[in-house]
């Protein structure tokens, strides 16, 4: 923790939505099609052929309305008709080959390559999709590699997410190379890192030391990852669910202040037990280089795929010793003209501690997606998707206590509308795809507690400088603290895009332009004063109401231009993806080149290559803190006769906010290789990540002369008289206020393998070997905590240290499948082989000092190490090294069964043998392995 000296600082502006943004874009879409134009005039080779037209059907010939296709060379997602057909350019297909994706719901993916020669010969396709189930051969429960938008892409299927019965989000980043499994935890906020030995798991028993757990340098980690539902970005830039950010240094949040469940994730990522597991079709992580498109991120982007499709009913129960989960969806078939309509409902319940009646969990979600052809001729599909969520569990209490109670509200309701349109022969642009998103959250944390006032707690109500008259809080009552936040987030995105063909080689071009407005409309913090708190220890520091209401906002706008290149060569195929994102936020402009290249050869091998710079805005928790107030009591007269019953403190108001707050950002950098065939592929990928600009907490020193007061005489059921007592004292306390301090440098090796099938046994195996490393320290001074007026120097100034953390987890997966019976096994064996914290760079001697007048004084290195000093040297003076002991094993085991078409029974078994290692220190056991947990999942198709 850093401290610095007091400084003026200003309110920061608030920023006007730019509308003019709007008129903006269509000049540039304007110009963007004028240059498609032009470069199609320039072209040669250029294809008049008819379309290809793709149909896509079940075994039966049944067609699949509104099935997805992706082109993977293109990096271009498109939509089936109602009738399961689509239509293609020729341009998008290559003499090598094109590499096509077809998914629809309850169906297997299927990926095919189809030649430029072979659409050359028939234009109309047929593709076939099997039934999804247990009976097919080699089905894929494991992520893979899959450089669909990205080269670090990895893309976790549905088959996947079934496997390892995912309750959430939260368990499905789990089957990510080097992340470890763990219990499901619907207690805690869940949060993602990616590439980074700070993994953020509060419950990660790896952790043992509590040295890699919730600080400032996962939270940035963690609030750099995009989140992307359906193409709409989830935000959680605008939570405010914190009782002073200047007060308590974004450490002590609401729920730590009380000891509730921990739903603290303010200023980090998205809570990934929000986001039910039932709905999900796919996840697909990117934890490199992503393209232009995506924005608002330092650290990644998750893109989430919502199941939807004609289908019957279908249900899943899912049950653990604590945790209850129920879902059922439905595809309705509305007609040619109306469409398709998906409805999914989940409900999760759960109770961490059966004794503690203040920490359960109990959520429902609501989906539904409605797909329809607007028109034919332009092979216009539109989706309008309607999210609601809320927990349902209401005010819990604690029967045990005098009057203890809690409560905490989510609920949140979102609109999205997407759609695409393909323009047919000789058109300008070869699509248009649009998503517009409106998210209303409510978020309400509560705490009432009965408070015995035997410390004459006293009523501070003031909100100005000064000396304030006031009384004493009742004997007995009951204090409530409130935080009402109503998160608003409206965005929009509009991409045109072109393909052209230019001698061998094909350009996808794509231009965007987007715009987002978020706000917190809520009623703020909420306190009141007469019935205060008591926190013990925090010395002056009071409670205020705070309204967030026409205070919190924020505005980003902006345009990015992308080139997808695939060029065949001689031995191979070439592939490029260069971008440049150009966007204003936080009352900054800011550009964003990206670019991820691969060559891939003919013989199944290939190499890649990416750098990209991102930017990711501060939280409004940040960049809006409320004031801070410091009372301190200046006079005292009890008596049990009100009119001569007096108390006065003196306030004194500080604004924590930082003008100066700038957008952290990361520079990225990746190189790998990769080899294929058709029946193993493994990658080797090595990459740097370089976080500057890294938001922490600064402890600001802050002075307050006081003046004290005592009592002259006391005249009868009168005020008493009083007069000042002695002279003003000066007392020091400290603020804090966010600062662009951190840096962090992450690096590290993935190397991922599978192999479909190792005969004669049958048996799949996939494999993952990750070793990632972390260095990463605040940037500039700090300044020591003990603080002494009667010397020449009241505190000493230090240089930062320096921390690092580096880990080898390895995962291996053995799949066996009997198709014949619907019978899958998969057994994960997870090694921890090492992992390792260390402080370096740590200095004893101060740099400098503060004198009396609170000016800095800085020290040469003669002067530091002076006797004259000795008294400001540190005394912790040797670096940290701790280092997991033993290598950490675990296993984990997942049996599946489909009886007939429509019924599966699946059990899951944590730490399936039970191995807990452990050690002892200082007298206490500390285990290594959480203990074995069953879930038991029964899904059926009505």
Not at 831 to 860: E, K, S, T
Request: some cysteine; hydrophobic content about 35%.
């Amino acid at each position: 923790m850093c401290f610095a000296l007091n400084r003026t600082r200003k309110r920061q502006k608030d920023m006007k939505f730019p509308t003019r943004i709007l008129w903006g874009g269509i000049r540039v879409m304007v110009l963007f099609m004028a240059f498609a134009c032009a470069f199609n005039q320039l072209a040669h080779a250029q294809t008049t052929d008819e379309n290809i037209s793709l149909t896509i059907t079940d075994r039966n010939g049944q067609a699949l309305p509104y099935a997805t296709v992706i082109v993977e060379s293109a990096g271009l997602t498109y939509t089936a008709d109602a009738q399961g057909r689509l239509r293609l350019k020729p341009t998008l297909f290559t003499t090598k080959g094109t590499r096509l994706t077809v998914s629809y719901l309850g169906k297997a993916t299927r990926q095919l390559t189809i030649t430029h020669d072979a659409v050359a010969k028939d234009k109309k396709i047929n593709i076939a999709l099997d039934d999804n189930n247990l009976y097919l051969k080699d089905v894929q429960v494991n992520a893979t590699r899959a450089p669909r938008n990205s080269n670090s892409s990895m893309l976790i299927q549905r088959n996947t997410i079934d496997n390892i019965q995912a309750y959430s989000l939260a368990d499905i980043v789990q089957a990510l190379p080097g992340k470890a499994i763990l219990n499901t935890d619907m207690h805690n906020a869940s949060f993602l890192t990616l590439r980074s030995a700070l993994q953020g798991d509060l419950q990660n028993p790896l952790d043992a030391y509590s040295r890699n757990k919730l600080n400032d340098y996962v939270r940035n980690a963690a609030f750099g990852i995009a989140y992307v539902v359906d193409g709409t970005p989830l935000s959680n830039n605008t939570n405010m669910q914190l009782d002073s950010y200047g007060k308590w240094g974004g450490i002590k949040m609401f729920d730590r202040r009380f000891n509730t469940d921990n739903n603290e994730n303010v200023g980090s990522g998205n809570d990934l037990r929000l986001i039910p597991a039932s709905s999900i079709e796919s996840v697909e992580v990117i934890s490199g280089v992503a393209p232009a498109k995506y924005g608002d991120l330092s650290s990644g982007a998750v893109i989430i795929n919502r199941r939807a499709g004609l289908t019957p009913f279908y249900g899943s129960v899912k049950v653990q010793y604590d945790i209850f989960n129920a879902s059922l969806g439905k595809g309705f078939a509305l007609g040619e003209r109306w469409g398709m309509l998906n409805l999914n409902v989940d409900y999760l319940h759960s109770t961490r501690d059966r004794r503690d009646k203040l920490k359960t969990n109990a959520n429902i979600a609501l989906n539904a997606t409605w797909t329809h052809t607007i028109s034919r001729a332009l092979a216009w599909e539109n989706t309008l998707a309607v999210d609601f969520s809320k927990n349902v569990d209401g005010l819990k209490s604690d029967p045990d206590a005098t009057l203890n109670r809690t409560r905490t509200d989510r609920q949140n309701l979102r609109l999205a509308l997407r759609g695409a349109l393909s323009p047919q022969q000789n058109a300008l642009i070869d699509g248009i795809d649009y998503n517009f998103s409106l998210s209303l959250s409510h978020q309400y944390d509560m705490h009432e507690e009965f408070i015995a006032n035997n410390r004459l707690n006293l009523i501070t109500d003031a909100y100005t400088n000064g000396v304030h008259e006031t009384d004493v809080a009742p004997p007995y009552y009951t204090a409530l603290l409130e935080i009402d936040g109503k998160p608003l987030a409206l965005s929009a995105n509009v991409e045109a895009r072109r393909t052209l063909r230019w001698s061998r080689a094909t350009h996808t071009l794509s231009l965007g332009v987007f715009a987002r407005h978020e706000a917190n409309h809520g009623r703020g913090k909420i306190f009141n004063a007469e019935t205060p708190f008591y926190d013990g220890g925090q010395g002056g520091r009071g409670d205020r109401s705070y309204q967030y209401r026409n205070r919190i906002k924020l505005n980003q706008y902006g345009l990015y231009l992308q080139d997808k290149l695939v060029l065949p060569t001689a031995h191979g195929t070439l592939n490029a993806t260069a971008g440049l994102r150009l966007e204003y936020q936080n009352q900054r402009f800011a550009a964003s080149p990206r670019i991820n290249m691969m060559w891939a050869l003919d013989n199944g091998l290939s190499f890649n290559a990416a750098y990209g710079i991102s930017y990711k805005i501060p939280a409004t928790a940040f960049l809006y803190p409320e004031n801070v107030y410091f009372d301190r009591l200046v006079y005292s007269n009890y008596s049990n006769n009100a009119n001569e019953r007096l108390f006065m403190y003196k306030t004194k108001v500080v604004n924590p906010t930082n003008p100066n707050l700038l957008s952290p950002y990361t520079h990225s950098f990746e190189v790998g290789t990769a080899y294929a065939n058709s029946n193993f592929n493994t990658s080797l990928t090595g990459y740097l990540k370089i976080d500057l600009r890294g938001i922490s907490s600064e402890a600001v020193l802050d002075t307050m002369w006081v003046q004290r007061y005592e009592t002259v005489s006391q005249p009868p059921n009168q005020r008493p008289i009083y007069a000042p007592k002695g002279n003003p004292e000066l007392i020091i306390d400290y603020y804090y206020t966010p600062r662009n301090l951190l840096y962090s440098r992450d690096a590290g090796v993935e190397w991922i393998g599978n192999l479909r099938n190792i005969k004669p046994l049958g048996l799949g195996v996939n494999f993952s070997v990750v070793y990632n490393y972390s260095l990463y320290h605040h940037q500039g001074e700090r300044m020591g905590t003990s603080i002494d007026l009667d010397k020449e120097a009241v505190s000493g100034i230090y240089a930062p240290t320096k921390n690092s953390s580096h880990e080898l987890i390895s995962t291996l997966s053995l799949t066996k499948q009997i198709p014949t019976l619907g019978l899958i096994f998969n057994l994960r064996l997870q090694n921890f082989w090492f992992r390792h914290f260390n402080r370096h760079g740590f200095d004893i001697y101060p740099i400098g000092y503060v004198d009396r007048n609170f000016r800095r004084v800085y020290l040469d290195e003669q002067q530091r190490k002076d006797i004259r000093w000795a008294y400001l040297r540190l005394k912790d003076n040797e670096p940290v090294n701790i280092s997991q002991p033993i290598i950490v094993p675990n296993c984990h085991l997942r049996v599946s069964k489909e009886i007939g078409k429509q019924l599966r029974l699946s059990c899951y078994i944590n730490n399936v043998f039970n191995y807990r290692p452990w050690i002892e220190r200082q007298g206490e056991r500390i285990y290594f392995n959480q203990p074995p947990t069953v879930s038991m999942d029964v899904s059926y198709k009505f």
